[in-house]
């Protein structure tokens, strides 16, 4: 397949990289405790390894799994480092009670991200409105996506489906906003009563 660089080495990073692993592509991990992602490359094994924190990623996608109030400075610290990539953000930036958000309308983490990157960067949100314990499943789910540029919003559904997961475009970088209160609404299900094994999908009916 591919190599899938990773910045970040919590729960979200592991989920995304242990399914990319089994499903054949090389995962390498980035993060500011090289001890940490190193046991994780360890743990997932296939060939997983543990680049430099702020080089540049071997991956020509890059999913940005740290928490959404370190993201724009953590792609603002890799700086031309990223020059060509797609950054993948998969942040909910949620407030204290997990009620609403702590962004605006057109002021997105991903919209924040685009603004910090360098130059010919696309950024993509995806992941997001899936949780950790269900990704790490790997069972087929449904993933809504959005972002710039056509090209890069189709490597990253291609990504998607290689993972055995059906990716649903929800539009450009303005609707990532969309995307990040689909993260609410699926914890509101889940602390409603739906559960946390659940996920948002799209059916024809």
Not at 115 to 127: D, L, N, S, W, Y
Request: overall charge negative; charged content about 15%; hydrophobic content about 50%.
């Amino acid at each position: 397949m591919t190599t899938i660089s990773i910045i970040g080495s919590g729960n979200m990073a592991t989920a995304i990289g242990t399914r990319a692993a089994k499903h054949g592509h090389t995962i390498e991990f980035m993060g500011r405790n090289a001890a940490k992602a190193q046991a994780l490359a360890d743990q997932i094994g296939n060939g997983a390894t543990v680049g430099t924190f702020g080089a540049t990623p071997l991956g020509d996608i890059v999913i940005v799994a740290v928490l959404y109030t370190g993201a724009v400075e953590v792609v603002a610290h890799y700086g031309d480092a990223l020059s060509g990539k797609i950054l993948v953000d998969i942040t909910n930036p949620f407030n204290v009670d997990v009620s609403g958000l702590v962004t605006t309308a057109g002021d997105s983490v991903s919209q924040q991200i685009a603004a910090a990157a360098p130059e010919g960067t696309h950024v993509v949100k995806a992941f997001n409105s899936i949780l950790h314990d269900v990704l790490a499943q790997d069972k087929p789910v449904d993933v809504f996506f959005a972002g710039d540029g056509a090209e890069a919003k189709a490597r990253v559904a291609a990504f998607l489906e290689s993972l055995d997961m059906r990716p649903l475009d929800a539009g450009g970088l303005e609707m990532t906003w969309v995307l990040e209160w689909a993260g609410i609404l699926l914890v509101g299900l889940a602390r409603n009563g739906a559960g946390f094994d659940i996920a948002l999908g799209a059916k024809a009916l």
